[in-house]
């Protein structure tokens, strides 16, 4: 089983901002998807043979409980000494986490393993919750002009991507699932 997890903020409000771009990757990925949501797991899921896509609805930074309570109900992360987690296991064939990334140019992806938060604070909660940094990452670029100018990031992520960067987005993530393929 591999577990998808797009980051981003529900509601209305940040539907279409550049700190949702994990969930508008995921939507793009598995178009006119049932999403059910899973209190239990405090996300929308929507799962297929050997997939769970995973969208927490915890907020941003507190994405790792969602996350967590996932991989410990599937019995994904194996422990020691009983009730306790191995710390630094290796989860990168199990789990993939999709997120908007400051320091990436806009229409650039970058796939990581086993990398530290760099900031990003829905990683940092899944780093905390799981106790591993030792997964997979698709990082998706939103750095721009606007952010070269020096607005803040935290107001900068949250601002809606322009239709034109919505239009890009969309060829950008075909592209990429060309190359590759989650299966």
Do not use: C
Not at 60 to 89: A, R, T, W
């Amino acid at each position: 089983m591999k577990i998808i997890v797009g980051l981003g903020n529900p509601g209305i409000k940040y539907e279409k901002s550049r700190h949702n771009v994990g969930w508008i990757f995921l939507d793009d990925l598995i178009k006119n998807a049932n999403w059910q949501e899973n209190k239990k797991f405090k996300a929308l899921i929507y799962k297929t043979t050997n997939i769970f896509f995973v969208k927490p609805l915890t907020y941003m930074n507190l994405s790792g409980e969602s996350v967590k309570k996932i991989l410990d109900y599937y019995n994904l992360i194996p422990k020691k000494f009983g009730l306790f987690s191995k710390k630094e296991q290796d989860l990168s064939e199990i789990l993939t986490v999709i997120h908007d990334d400051l320091d990436l140019d806009f229409g650039k992806i970058k796939i990581v393993k086993n990398s530290r938060s760099a900031g990003h604070h829905g990683v940092d909660s899944i780093i905390r919750h799981l106790k591993t940094k030792n997964f997979t990452r698709i990082k998706i670029g939103i750095k721009n002009e606007f952010l070269k100018n020096h607005i803040p990031p935290e107001k900068f992520v949250l601002q809606n991507f322009s239709h034109e960067e919505q239009e890009q987005l969309k060829i950008l993530f075909s592209e990429f699932k060309t190359k590759n393929p989650f299966n």
